[in-house]
């Protein structure tokens, strides 16, 4: 296990990252005005109902609504429903909740108001296969893509054009009413229409670009969906399309406000602070050498940022699937950077998924340090091998570094913190 002050250090700052993204916070100064007729809340993504919870305390009116967040992370509300269906293969209580969401929506007048409450994990929870697709087509593409590799765009547009709801969709259906879309960004570059699919916000991608995206990436997309694709049926609404004219759309929390939440309390604690970037993406091993390479340089010529200092970084790293493992882009982002820094002193890291949930386990991430490759070792685990059989958890577990925090109640991606050099006094 790294050193036990370190390690309080390193939560902390996870902490203060989340915190930063607080639902109620975060919302607080985003709400819209109270309109003539109704409001309508609904909302999707693994901080769903903490948001629609947060929305209910400060909205000044009545309401009602659905919201669908994952098994297990409810929020007690008083006026919005809140439905649980699977996550990250989306099952049948997603569909019923996706047709909840529709019937929510449907009958309004232009003098109604809907606010959707949009944050990750929105894809998978939102199934709604198109005419001459099944539940079953959608479960097989998730599961191809999460295996694929593919940043969360690719995916996403992939997503967009095999759905019912996604893609602005559901934002279309709700006309004539308005549709303020408050959405906690858990994508690189913060683009609403990326988050959760964009259920209430179009995106501009054509077919033909996402056949590009699918061919660069030799992805080996179902049968079914390749049909789908070919018959030209169901396309997206473009973002011109005059149903979206009134509509808005507000960033309410990101990774990079929860990363400068990070920074100012390292540098109150005395300790320097670099935020690489908040869009990092790429394989989870091939970053983990990378941000290995930097701080192996800090320990030992102090550059390019000098001791101590906490290097920070957010986005979405992906995993492509090579053996049959437990784990997430987070353990392997640490597993691949702690082989890399093995017996380099003076390096605690910690990486986790700021929703508390890394991957197929109940952990956020981990914590390594320099001897957390000997340790493994020590156990009988050959940290390589298990980097390549994608089984991460397996060998953060045997050395008791798993970090745990469970649901976290909000949702914008990894979050990476090193700690480079010594905690002042």
């Known amino acids: 296990m790294i050193d036990p002050g370190k390690r309080e250090f390193l939560t902390r700052l996870f902490h203060a990252a989340v915190e930063r993204a607080d639902p109620r916070r975060a919302l607080a100064d985003a709400l819209p005005a109270r309109p003539a007729g109704r409001t309508v809340v609904i909302g999707a993504g693994k901080g769903a109902a903490q948001l629609a919870a947060a929305f209910e305390d400060l909205w000044d009116g009545p309401l009602t609504g659905t919201v669908v967040t994952r098994y297990g992370y409810a929020a007690p509300c008083k006026s919005i429903k809140v439905l649980e269906a699977s996550h990250p293969v989306p099952d049948q209580a997603g569909l019923v909740a996706t047709q909840a969401l529709f019937d929510a929506v449907s009958g309004l007048t232009s003098d ?64 004539p009413a308005k549709v303020v879309s408050l959405v906690v960004s858990d994508v690189p570059g913060d683009e609403a ?80 602070a670099a935020i690489l970037s908040d869009a990092i993406e790429g394989e989870a091993r091939d970053v983990g050498l990378v941000h290995a390479a930097i701080a192996r340089e800090v320990a030992g010529r102090d550059r390019p940022f000098a001791k101590p200092v906490v290097i920070l970084s957010g986005g979405e790293t992906t995993v492509t699937l090579r053996g049959k493992g437990k784990g997430g882009r987070n353990t392997e982002f ?92």
Do not use: Y
């Open 334 to 425: 640490l597993l691949s950077l702690a082989s890399a820094i093995d017996g380099v002193e003076g390096i605690a890291a910690l990486s986790a998924d700021t929703d508390g949930i890394d991957g197929s386990e109940d952990n956020a991430g981990a914590f390594a340090g320099p001897q957390t490759a000997g340790q493994m070792r020590a156990r009988g685990l050959d940290p390589l091998a298990s980097l390549a059989a994608n089984d991460a958890w397996t060998a953060f577990d045997a050395i008791g570094d798993l970090f745990v925090t469970g649901p976290t109640g909000t949702n914008v991606n990894d979050f990476r913190a090193i700690l480079v050099g010594e905690l002042p006094d």
């Open 112 to 175: 109604d108001l809907v606010v959707a409450l949009i944050c990750g994990g929105g894809s998978a929870l939102l199934p709604a296969p198109p005419e001459g697709l099944t539940l079953a087509d959608e479960q097989e593409l998730n599961r191809v893509l999460l295996a694929s590799g593919a940043p969360i765009g690719v995916m996403n547009a992939i997503r967009k054009h095999a759905s019912r709801i996604k893609g602005g969709r559901l934002a279309a259906a709700a006309w």
């Open 193 to 272: 229409c990326q988050v959760a699919s964009g259920p209430t916000v179009p995106d501009a991608l054509t077919m033909a670009e996402v056949r590009a995206m699918v061919a660069a990436r030799n992805i080996a997309l179902p049968e079914s969906i390749v049909a789908h694709f070919d018959s030209g049926r169901d396309l997206p609404p473009r973002p011109d399309d005059p149903v979206f004219a009134n509509n808005e759309v507000r960033i309410i929390a990101s990774a990079g406000l929860s990363l400068e939440a990070a920074a100012d309390m390292a540098r109150s604690a005395g300790v320097g």
